[in-house]
């Protein structure tokens, strides 16, 4: 195992520049200052405008804002699937995958999932497709001990939450593709209100993992460079 920081290769004086990354969640509010606005994005959310991809709750903007603190000149897709809850259709989620990889994200980050089987195909399909068009799936592996999907299934880059890593850290536990990784499950920080009553979990675990990755691939837009810096 390995753990980094923002000072290693192959992150040290990267700043995502290049990268796209899709955030399928609430929808971005771009105008918060931790954002600083979105390359654009769409709404799967039934009866509601597909231009009508601001966040209303709060959830996606925060992962965003997790995102760009690690990677600030990512270009970010806002893919909102949620409304006024955090609750979508799997049929929904892979259709967000899919638009996601249609306009060409580098990194479709899911700070998300379902825990039921039943979903599997549909979002291993979903998952073959935009690895086909290069992107790749980042999503929570594993929660308090239940598999989510699709952060399980083969082809993404599943992500763990451990609250031992700092913010500015990611710990790299299986180097075979997709690889895996554990991360702080803490999100930006809100000045006045201590970090356990700000948001928190494998959610952002995930976002903060996405921003490290983007801000590796800042130079090939590809695969994630090969880390050589070890440690226990």
Known sequence: MARYSLDDPPFAGRTGHGVTVAVIDSGIHGAHPHVGGVAGGVCLVPGIDSN???DRIGHGTAVAAAIREK???VALLAV???DRHLATSADILA???VWAADHDAHIINLSLGTTNPAHIELLKDAVKYASARGAIVVSARESDGVAWFPGALPGVTGVYVDWTCE???????DEEEPRVYRASGYPRPI???PPERNLHGVSFAVA???GFLA????RSGSSPPSTTRSSS
Do not use: K
């Not at 913010?167 to 536990?173: M, P, T, V, Y």
């Open 208 to 210: 903060n993992v996405s």
């Open 215 to 218: 801000r590796s691939m800042e």
């Open 80 to 82: 909102r699937v949620f």
């Open 167 to 173: 913010r500015d850290q990611i710990e790299l536990i």
């Open 52 to 54: 009508e991809h601001v």
């Open 95 to 97: 259709r967000a995958i």
């Open 191 to 193: 000045p006045g209100v």
């Open 71 to 73: 990677s600030p000149n």
